[in-house]
């Protein structure tokens, strides 16, 4: 069995080089000297090392197609691989952001069609594709309704935003970047908005109310139209926070339950590569009152007698580009492949598993782990708590641990903050019924291990490349001029 993978630095040997490049085809220049340095301290390694090294590497992670992973919130869904075969069609990967439009029409026509069919999923009459991910779709979101609101509007003192105690961090990281005031609203007995602590804060100072539905405690918030209105009634708008989207699709639309604009993550509900497997994609849809205020420019068609073409046009009232370029192209031909390979049956289909899975599991967890909201109907996901009778000095922690044991991902932990100990499960609808019965029959299993050899779980992971890390005092990490050869 191999020990530990050295760090790329500890494998370095002065005058190996893992690169040959080509013959130089154009005049040298030198460097200017105020960019030169005396020492570049980068590794240097022969190409076989390099290659065997991140190789090794790779095999010490774990992913979505080695197992199961279910990340509450996060949609850790498999990714299905005709979507990576159309990304690397030639005609898609080997164009350039900056051809002239006329050169590039096929993708143009994919992000226009990908924008319609968005907006047709979620009800809205626009979208932009250019976000990068979901807390970059939501910045975007936000400041279209600052800017509707402020300059469109002409109610520059409205300037708090309203946010459940359940959201994700980037919903008041988002209000606060954008100048705004965040004003937590607490959720009720049932897991949904309390509407009467709602109405304390509804006068002309607000600005929105940013809401995840179903919301992180995989709950569809019973009184939804009412909160809706509620502040559209006090001169609000209603930002939806697309995460959740899985358990929606084709089901319900967002615009027809009161948002005004909503992002959409592309690497969570639409199967692209999520996190550490590929860049994101946070596209933004808005109703036709925010429409001109989205970034731009965006894909827009003009109709001739013959033929269509595709034309780039900025929104007449745009809030200005939020990303380079057009936005993560490879990520929209995967998503739009997805959406084409299924259909719109498909994608209803796609969330009524999701849903199923995440009621099936959530009955059989609860009968060994608390789920303080079961005596719900949960949508896409569903919170339980980390707490074994029996085994009181054991924590979430201990227990997402021993699962890395049982080879599986550790669930969203300590998330949302509303809930002790919270292990927040999401199976996807991408997962069979006997990876949901191995996983419950786990989580059981660690509940008699708790109770009988907590020790187990205190030292745990056993089994897996990286033992127990020192994740209280984060100070011990070494500094940078610790790693070999950055002396």
Same mark, same amino acid.
């Given at each position: ?46 190409? #076989? /090392? =390099? ?5 090794? %590497?790779?095999?010490?992670?774990? *992913?979505?197609? +080695? ?125 949904? #908005? /309390? =509407? ?5 804060? %509804?006068?002309?100072?607000?600005? *929105?109310?940013? +809401? ?26 209603m930002y939806g926070d697309g995460a959740n989207l899985n358990a929606l699709l084709g089901i319900t639309k967002p615009a027809d339950l009161g948002f005004d604009v909503m992002h959409i993550n592309l690497h969570k509900t639409f199967s692209t590569p999520h996190g550490g497997g590929g860049p994101g994609s946070g596209p933004v849809v808005c109703t036709e009152e925010l429409a001109p205020y989205l970034p ?50 498909? %994608? ?7 849903? +199923? ?131």
């Open positions: 069995m191999r020990g530990p993978e050295p760090t790329i630095y500890e494998i370095s040997s002065p005058g190996r080089r893992g690169y040959t490049l080509p013959e130089l085809d154009v005049p040298e220049s030198d460097i200017p000297e105020e960019f030169l340095r005396d020492r570049l301290l980068l590794p240097e390694v022969a190409e #076989v /090392d =390099l290659v065997r090294h991140f190789v090794r %590497l790779s095999q010490k992670n774990f *992913g979505v197609d +080695l197992g199961f992973y279910p990340l509450g919130s996060c949609t850790m869904k498999y990714n299905p691989k005709v979507n990576e075969v159309a990304a690397r069609l030639p005609g898609f990967t080997k164009i350039h952001p900056l051809q002239d439009p006329a050169t590039v029409q096929g993708a143009m026509q994919l992000m226009y069609e990908l924008q319609t069919y968005l907006a047709e999923i979620t009800g809205f009459a626009a979208t932009t594709l250019q976000p990068a991910a979901g807390a970059h779709g939501e910045l975007t979101g936000v400041l279209m309704m600052r800017k509707l609101i402020h300059e469109g509007r002409g109610e520059p003192h409205r300037t708090k935003v309203l946010v459940p105690d359940s959201a994700h961090g980037t919903n008041p990281a988002t209000t606060t970047m954008s100048g705004l005031q965040v004003v937590e609203i607490p959720s009720d007995k049932r897991g949904n #908005v /309390d =509407l009467n602590e709602l109405k304390k804060h %509804l006068d002309d100072t607000v600005l *929105g109310f940013m +809401l995840t539905n179903p919301n992180t405690l995989g709950l569809f918030d019973e009184h939804l139209l009412e909160l809706t209105h509620l502040v559209h009634e006090a001169g609000g708008l731009g420019p965006i894909v827009d068609v003009e109709e001739h007698d013959d033929h269509v073409h595709y034309i780039w046009k900025m929104p007449e009232h745009s809030i200005g580009r939020v990303k380079a370029f057009w936005g993560n192209f490879g990520v929209m031909v995967k998503a739009y492949t997805y959406i084409r390979m299924l259909g719109a049956q498909g %994608l209803r289909e796609v969330a009524e598993n999701a849903v +199923l899975n995440a009621n099936y599991l959530q009955a059989l967890v609860k009968k060994t782990y608390p789920v303080p909201y079961g005596f719900r109907t949960c949508m896409h996901e569903f919170v339980a708590q980390g707490k074994i009778e029996g085994a009181e000095d054991v924590r979430a922690l201990d227990i997402a641990k021993r699962l890395i044991d049982y080879g599986f991902h550790p669930p969203t932990m300590y998330f949302p903050l509303i809930v002790p100990e919270a292990l927040m499960i999401e199976p996807t609808e991408t997962e069979s019924k006997q990876t949901l019965d191995a996983f419950a029959e786990a989580l059981e299993r660690i509940a008699e291990e708790a109770r009988t050899q907590p020790e187990l779980l205190k030292t745990a992971p056993h089994e897996a490349p990286v033992r127990r890390l020192d994740e209280v005092r984060a100070a011990r990490y070494p500094k940078l001029k610790d790693v070999p050869g950055m002396e």
